[in-house]
């Protein structure tokens, strides 16, 4: 298989401060991460694809502004989300896809649990 | 527009029995049909994946049966035990790369 790791796996911050996730693909060069969020219960929802080295494509309805997303190569992605709000509370997961046992699919880190108070 | 349905939303079934967990999608464009299993607080995990080039495909206690006329697609899971209670999601992705669409999932609960 393929590893994606997530950091971090928890965080609990303030209203109106910003938060960074960090993911990254240990033993294979990704050509497409992907960034989604899960509610409890629910199925993942697509935020964002970004390709290393050029600007993430958003899904309708997601802010840009809000949540960006940095590729800056083929192991790491960054997804911030600026001025937090308690409605931005959700479990982060990040993909990885090209590379690995099988280059079509993607691989998932573990997540990340954010609260925001 | 729900490109792929999964079905049933969640599932009870005795250890040692078989659960089946199925899919059906309307774009026949995708091409690759992989299934994940996600545990309470951790990201899913590729369990068994299959191409239409083939009807069937078997990895352990873990078969994917495929029909392409009727673009549908199904889980089985022989031997069920409590360890594989998690919640499973279908997937499936054609000419746009490695891009999913997810199915809603189905909530396994395997009792002892």
């Known amino acids: 298989g393929a590893v994606v790791s997530q950091h971090p796996s928890r965080v609990i911050c303030k209203s109106g401060t910003s938060v960074k996730i960090e993911c990254r693909s240990l033993?294979?060069?990704?050509?497409?991460m992907f960034w989604y969020r899960q509610f409890p219960k629910k199925s993942l929802m697509l935020m964002a694809t970004s390709n290393e080295g050029s600007k993430a494509t958003y899904e309708q309805g997601v802010e840009k502004d809000k949540f960006l997303i940095n590729h800056a190569s083929l192991t790491l992605s960054t997804l911030t989300v600026t001025s937090a709000h308690p409605e931005d509370s959700s479990f982060y997961i990040c993909?990885?896809?090209?590379?690995?046992?099988?280059?079509?699919?993607?691989?998932f880190g573990p997540g990340t649990r954010l609260t925001v108070l | 527009q729900q490109q792929v349905k999964q079905s049933p939303q969640s599932l009870i079934v005795q250890k040692g029995g078989i659960s089946i967990i199925n899919c059906a999608y309307e774009?026949?464009?995708?091409?690759?049909f992989p299934w994940y299993q996600q545990f309470p607080g951790k990201g899913p995990a590729l369990l068994i994946a299959?191409?239409?080039?083939?009807s069937e495909k078997k990895e352990g206690r873990f078969t994917i049966s495929f029909n392409k006329s009727a673009k549908q697609f199904s889980l089985h899971i022989m031997d069920s035990q409590p360890g594989d209670s998690a919640t499973y999601f279908c997937?499936?992705?054609?000419?746009?790369?490695?891009?999913?669409?997810f199915g809603g999932g189905t909530r396994l609960m395997v009792k002892p």
């Open positions: 993909s990885a896809g090209g590379g690995g046992r099988s280059p079509d699919t993607q691989y």
């Open positions: 299959i191409r239409p080039d083939v």
């Open positions: 033993d294979f060069q990704a050509t497409t």
């Open positions: 997937a499936a992705s054609g000419n746009a790369g490695n891009m999913l669409t």
């Open positions: 774009n026949t464009a995708f091409d690759y």
